[in-house]
Every structure is written in structure tokens, then in C-alpha cells.
């Protein structure tokens, strides 16, 4: 005889851990995640229903199937994932656990789930991040994001840490180290910007601001220099 397991019946959604590359919209109306391994192709918004990789009709998660999505039981086991090299520039997401699941060990396969924060890890260059910026790689009609500190945007598409959350919506949170905002710090309803964020905002402001003003300069250097220069075009030998 087979034995099943109980079913459950949780008073609240369970809470995962996992992690994910923030992406961007190609017209830039819309931010969420793509997966780093199984349904990677597929990004997500922060509220979304998992579908089969495989196109199979099945609702996830299906018993015979590794549809649906996934995540760990214990941070530290998520964090440990952001170790390797090809998960360096990923973001670790605190998620709820929706809809139906199946329990493993470690962690969950479910069909639905709410993100309901996302840390962000420090800049490639050791720096803390002030924003999301392109990482010159993607999905069809997504830009995927990494951490970016002031110094590194370099003109880069970009958005800060509060406006990737805005921009995603349904109540996100991004925070940067694995720290959240201080008490008091925090937004204090929609649209407001708390001191963490406007810290932010300003110093991607002040990376663009230094940007243009180094763009100029070039611009005025090689007008200076090739405005007493002789324009006949060279002598034939």
C-alpha cells in the first residue's frame, strides 16, 4: 500500500527563500525576476502563477512533472547559492508560498507566489549598489539588471533601488546588503520616498549629472583641437 502524506492546511502562506536577476522590460514599463536555473526563460512579475516549462496542460506543481516554482526553506541556504560565479549578480527574494504545494525537504514546488522582498548584494566592484543597471545580457523583450554602485553606471540603462520597486508594484520591497530600512526610514505610504531612498536617488542623479559633464568635455576637447587643423584631404602618393 502507498502512503501519503498529510495534507496541509497552513493559517498563512508559508515563507521561501530564493534567488533571481531582476529584469527590465524592453519598452521599460514593467520590472520583475527571471529564475537562474529551471523556467529561467520565463520572467516573472512579483505576484504571478507558475505554467509548465515543458508545455504540458497540467496545472503546476504536478507530481510527475518539475513544473512550478521553486524555493528553499532556510535563507542561508539561498544565500549560499549567490557563492558560485554564475549566480554572483543575483538577487536573493523572501517569497510567499501560494496556491497549492508540495513539501520537500528543503523547500517548495508551488503554483503561485507573492516576492515580498528583494536584497540586493553589493556592486561587482566591492561597492554598496545605488541602483539596477543593465548587465548586457537578457531575455526576449526583458533587460536583466545587477547591483551598480554610483561610479560603475557609466551611462548605462538604470533605475534606483526604490523606483525598481515602484516600477514593479504589489507592494515590493528592495533593499540593499540585506539590511532594510531603519525604523522610520521606510516610505510612508505610496509614492513617498523615505532617507535610504532619496540617498539613492540622489547619488544615481549625481553619476549621470558626472557622466554628461565628462561627455561634454570630450566633446569640447576635440572641437578645440580640430578647429585650427588643416581639412584639404591628403596628397596621393
Avoid at 512550478?68 to 558560485?84: M, N, Q, S, Y
Avoid at 507592494?171 to 520616498?193: H, K
Amino acid at each position: 500500500m502507498r502512503l501519503r502524506l498529510p495534507t496541509e492546511r497552513p493559517t498563512e502562506p508559508p515563507t521561501g527563500y530564493k534567488i533571481a536577476h531582476p529584469v527590465l522590460s524592453q519598452d521599460g514599463t514593467r520590472a520583475g525576476f527571471t529564475g537562474v536555473s529551471l523556467g529561467g526563460a520565463l520572467p516573472y512579475a512579483v505576484v504571478d502563477d507558475a505554467s509548465c516549462v515543458y508545455g504540458r496542460r497540467h496545472r503546476p506543481p504536478a507530481r510527475l512533472c518539475d513544473c512550478g516554482f521553486h524555493c528553499v526553506h532556510d535563507r542561508t541556504t539561498a544565500e549560499a547559492l549567490l557563492c558560485t560565479t554564475e549566480h554572483r549578480a543575483a538577487v536573493l527574494l523572501e517569497v510567499s508560498v501560494l496556491g497549492a504545494y508540495i513539501r520537500f525537504e528543503r523547500g517548495f514546488r508551488y503554483a503561485r507566489q507573492r516576492v515580498r522582498t528583494a536584497t540586493v548584494g553589493p556592486c561587482a566592484c566591492g561597492a554598496p549598489p545605488a541602483a539596477l543597471a543593465d548587465a548586457g545580457w537578457g531575455r526576449s523583450g526583458w533587460h536583466a539588471l545587477a547591483a551598480s554602485c554610483p561610479l560603475c553606471l557609466r551611462g548605462r540603462t538604470s533605475l534606483s533601488l526604490a523606483s525598481f520597486a515602484r516600477l514593479a508594484g504589489d507592494g515590493l520591497r528592495v533593499v540593499a546588503g540585506g539590511a532594510g530600512p531603519a525604523p522610520g526610514d521606510g516610505p510612508a505610504g505610496p509614492g513617498e520616498l523615505g532617507v535610504p531612498e532619496l540617498v539613492a536617488e540622489a547619488a544615481l542623479l549625481q553619476a549621470r549629472l558626472d557622466w554628461f559633464q565628462s561627455q561634454l568635455a570630450r566633446l569640447g576637447e576635440r572641437g578645440a583641437g580640430g578647429g585650427g587643423q588643416d581639412r584639404r584631404p591628403p596628397a596621393q602618393g
